[in-house]
């Protein structure tokens, strides 16, 4: 059985940054993608950012590529999302998703396994 768990959010005024952490329970961690995603209020849930197996690859979502970076740390088997110059936008529950596959994308249905989520309100 996969568990993740967030952590990480909290209340923070615009331009200042937080770094969320995603850990995983279950092996084999280092073998699949992982990805956040984020559900801002009343909308539906978007896709935020990825990231492979092994780390080499990621990708973003327009809307925060230059300011968010994912990573992760197999031997700690938890994925992280710095996000730096917060804007009142990013207002969001996050969730972190574990896909199937070495490689993941954008689509929800890529991904196996969900967090409970951590809550991001940024000020202005």
């Known amino acids: 059985q996969v568990q993740l768990v967030e952590s990480g959010g909290g209340l923070v005024q615009a331009g200042a940054s937080l770094r969320l952490s995603c850990a995983a329970s279950?092996?084999?961690?280092?073998?699949?993608?992982m990805a956040w995603f984020r559900r801002a209020p009343g909308k539906e849930r978007l896709f935020v950012a990825t990231?492979?197996?092994?780390?080499?690859?990621?990708g973003y979502a327009d809307s925060v590529r230059g300011r968010f970076t994912i990573s992760r740390d197999n031997a700690k088997n938890t994925v992280y999302l710095q996000m730096n110059s917060l804007k009142p936008e990013d207002t969001a529950v996050y969730y972190c998703?574990?896909?199937?596959?070495?490689?993941?994308?954008?689509?929800?249905?890529?991904?196996?396994?969900w967090g409970q989520g951590t809550q991001v309100t940024v000020s202005s």
């Open positions: 990231i492979s197996w092994n780390g080499g690859s990621t």
């Open positions: 998703a574990r896909a199937g596959a070495l490689y993941s994308g954008r689509v929800e249905a890529e991904y196996e396994y």
């Open positions: 279950g092996r084999a961690f280092g073998n699949y993608a």
